[in-house]
């Protein structure tokens, strides 16, 4: 076993070390059925009813097919999703981690883990200035948890925030209130599905309009809460994005701040993705207020590289997870016992927890303040070459939404229609035949590239009309790699505007 073991371990750190770039395929696509067909000739994909132990060379050769068609999302040419480009101290991080493997839940088990989690995120609640008193002293009490991912976080917060207002609901249920919460209309969907989760049902969650780049439109919200009231309703929560999923927009959170104050409102920040802006002196600001919310959801495993899942729910009042969370297994956290007041099990919904921490904490300390705000600053620099690539691209590409962060939102016009599109405004007075044959596109021209492997670059619709959207927050992206980028999604526009 231990030569397996070796060969895979091998495999993987030579992965890291040299991943995928430049002209290697960003992916060899396969069909479901060609994936079971390749994995066929080594050790199948499917387990038999009694399934045999399978030889190292069938499994070092399933290995390496895992490898080859698996997305390589660190190559500079997958900017296709809210992650990219894994930061290596991170990955091996996460081995050791794993090779420790241990639960979260309580010091006995976890000493060094428990005492790490509480470090990072007293730096990270510091961040985003819940550090009323807080030293760099590691607390015994840390103002938050690591979840596993930011959907579940987002589901503890929310719980968090109807327990304040109905501290009976842990016991008792609802209350029987029509809660409502609010969130924007290009908020993430976290929040609908903690609604039907919550019991609160998804048509608690009310969505209120954005202004043109994406972000919440504030007066909406006031007018919204009040609505709500008006109707009956009880709100409970707002939801600020700081980074919203499609354009990377940051709501305001001052002014939805003193609405929630006003209207004594649970407000919630979601950071999963646009809260590592706080580690750029730059781009901080974006922010403004965060220390006024109540809870805040940031995803290290997003911009900052960290493996999948790396998120850090913090809360302005931790008392107030044990409130919520805790069981009382006796099993587990008995009072007295050793250090038992360090265990962090009581505050969760969960009972192991995978320790998550090690590897942000590794990288945090490999790269310091500086390197991580670098990270942030190198991704803004190649968001805004490809936006000036864009606006001087005398038609080839139109912006669709003005962005000032780290995605960026546009349509590729096909020459015969240049002339009458030359902006994203123009594009939505066109006919809906022309409007028809645009939307088609990224999907078209994705599926090219995905077929040669050239890279991988995301689109959804927005307002309807399916749009591409780069992501950056890889540190190994270059300028080359958006000219290439944007050059190929031209090369295969051509190419499917001669096939219609
Ligand atoms: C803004 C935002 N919030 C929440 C989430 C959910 O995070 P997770 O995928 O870790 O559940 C995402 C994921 O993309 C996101 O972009």
Redesign the pocket.
Known sequence: MSELVQAIAERALAYVLDPPAGDDPVVALAAPQDLVTVFGEAAGLALADIEEPSGDLALLRAVELVVQHSVHTSHPRFIN???AGPDPVSVVGDWLGAALNTTGATFEAAPVFTLMESAVLSKLGRLAGYDDGATTEIPILPPGLFCP??????LYALQLARHRRNPDVVTSGSSGERLTLFVSAA??Y?ATKSAALLGIGTNAVIKVETDATGAMHVPALAAAVKASKQAGEVPFAVIA?S???VTSAFDDIQSIADICEREHLWLHI?????GSALFSATYAHLLDGVARSDSF?W?L??MMGMT??C?ALLVKNPQQLAACFAGKADYLFQPDKLNAEYDSGDRTFQCARRIDVLKLWLSWKHHGDVGFGHRIDHSVLMADHARHRIRSSQGTFVPLVEGNFTNVVFAWIPEADRSIVRDGTELRSQSPELLHRLHSLPARIKAQMQAEGTAMIGFQPVDGLNAFRMLFMNPSVTTDDVDAMLALIDTYGQRVSVAT
Do not use: I, L
């Not at 991912?149 to 987002?154: L, Y």
């Not at 979601?270 to 646009?274: I, L, T, V």
């Open positions: 999703q809210n992650f991912g930011g959907s579940t976080a987002t908020g993430h976290a994005t980074g919203t999923t979601d950071g999963c993705y646009g959801v995803n495993h997003k999948q899942q998120t």
